[in-house]
């Protein structure tokens, strides 16, 4: 099974700050991520696929990168709205998620 | 709108069996690929079952093989999830997800989610 390892859990920002999120594969997954938001009581939402592809949609403030094993997720001046859990997933084998990235305001 | 409507959530004993259904509208159903994924209460997502547009790929992670069956009928723009053997640590939301069209992995749409909770 593919592992995937989210860094940090939990994150203090405040607005207008550029956060980084880091995910990490077990094993290369190419490009096959996606980057989901979660706010409270909420289903997930797609921000990012095929590691680097904004859904169609999302604020062009989030952005993706990285290929193999590791994977970056980024928010330019973060939004109050942005305050969620952000979680990483991989598609390369069966579906994989990570722990999720709480981002909460500092 | 795409809009995908879980149902069928609950309580159950221990051992008990629960139906899971997902109403799909906005799309052509028929042509999606479809999965179901949970969420313990406080917990992170995990992938439960995949069915492809036609039901002829059908996948389940360990947890659940043999436990659950999962289904679909594309004249009813309807995706099911047919759960025995109930488990304490079956407990969670469950929800509905949409593949993207010509099925990539990801999943762009997604239920509101339907409550399970296994206890005595």
């Known amino acids: 099974d593919i592992q995937m390892t989210q860094s940090p859990s939990t994150l203090s920002a405040s607005v207008g700050d550029r956060v980084t999120i880091t995910c990490r594969a077990s094993?290369?997954?190419?490009?096959?991520l996606a980057w989901y938001q979660q706010k409270p009581g909420k289903a997930p939402k797609l921000l990012i696929y095929k590691a680097s592809s904004l859904e169609s949609g999302v604020p062009s403030r989030f952005s993706g990168s990285g290929s193999g094993t590791e994977f970056t997720l980024t928010i330019n001046s973060l939004q109050a709205d942005d305050f969620a859990t952000y979680y990483c997933q991989q598609y390369n084998t069966y579906w994989t998620f990570g722990q999720g990235t709480k981002v909460e305001i500092k | 709108e795409v809009q995908l409507v879980e149902s069928g959530g609950g309580l159950v004993q221990p051992g008990g069996s629960l139906r899971l259904s997902c109403a799909a509208s906005?799309?052509?159903?028929?042509?999606?690929?479809m999965n179901w994924v949970r969420q313990a209460p406080g917990k992170g997502l995990e992938w439960v079952s995949y069915i492809s547009s036609s039901s002829i790929s059908i996948y389940y992670t360990d947890s659940v093989r043999g436990r659950f069956t999962i289904s679909r009928d594309n004249a009813k723009n309807s995706l099911y999830l047919q759960m025995t053997s109930l488990r304490a640590e079956d407990t969670a939301l469950y929800y509905c997800a949409r593949g993207p069209p010509g099925g990539s992995g990801y999943w762009d749409y997604w239920g509101q989610g339907t409550l399970v909770t296994v206890s005595s």
């Open positions: 906005g799309f052509t159903f028929s042509s999606y690929e």
């Open positions: 094993q290369s997954i190419s490009s096959w």
